[in-house]
């Protein structure tokens, strides 16, 4: 198994350009999620989604849209770049929707996107 | 709302010895606590979790932690370090409320001496 597979690995934007994360994980899990990484800050909750079709925001939702169109697939769209989305992104997902006790408390995350913003 | 405090940016240990890396915690109920490990240029591994029961809880590479229900710690404990604990270590938390937010604290950056 690949496990959560990033691309591109690293991306240098100009201001207004938009682009797009992606992310996919072949271990079916339902739960998916993208961080950002800014050092002194730890990782912030962009977006999260607990199945297809249904996402919802996080902590620094700003600028960036998601969609879940596939179990697989949780792509991250920048629509107009700001210098200050210069970061590091992670995906991450987690098994399973929830009714067990401790469900989603594994997350595995992506090798991580280096994201520069000119 | 939910936060995470880890109030060490930096740890000094030399190897050998046991080390603690701190983590404290602001959650409304009984949250589930999680610590990560990060690598140089890599992404984060998942290393132990509290969800219930016993408030010693182990993982991997010889880890440990004590959940501390009155002080609402979480701290990250090994008896003895080695060089290649070397690494930066995250705290995280999730409610039981069903909204499914994993909240991470700024990360402690470990470095075991020889």
């Known amino acids: 198994n690949a496990g959560v597979t990033q691309t591109p690995k690293f991306q240098v934007l100009k201001t207004g350009q938009s682009m797009t994360l992606q992310c996919a994980q072949d271990m079916n899990h339902e739960y998916m999620s993208w961080y950002r990484q800014d050092p002194g800050m730890g990782l912030r909750l962009i977006h999260y989604s607990v199945g297809a079709g249904i996402t919802d925001q996080g902590e620094v939702p700003n600028g960036y849209n998601v969609s879940r169109s596939t179990t697989e697939d949780f792509p991250l769209r920048l629509l107009s770049a700001a210098p200050s989305q210069t970061s590091v992104y992670f995906c991450?997902?987690?098994?399973?929707?929830?009714?067990?006790?401790?469900?989603?408390?594994?997350?595995?995350f992506g090798s991580g996107t280096q994201l520069s913003v000119l | 709302a939910q936060s995470v405090a880890q109030p060490e940016d930096q740890v000094n240990v030399a190897e050998g010895n046991p080390l603690t890396v701190k983590c404290t915690y602001s959650v409304s109920g009984n949250p589930y606590l999680f610590w990560y490990v990060q690598y140089p240029n890599r992404g984060l591994q998942f290393l132990l979790k509290y969800i219930t029961g016993d408030n010693l809880v182990k993982g991997s590479y010889g880890f440990e932690a004590e959940f501390n229900k009155s002080q609402t710690s979480f701290h990250l404990k090994k008896p003895s370090a080695l060089v290649s604990d070397s690494a930066l270590y995250f705290c995280a938390v999730r409610d039981r409320t069903g909204t499914y937010k994993y909240i991470f604290g700024t990360g402690t950056r470990l470095k075991v001496l020889a």
């Open positions: 991450a997902s987690s098994p399973g929707t929830g009714l067990a006790e401790g469900a989603y408390e594994k997350l595995f």
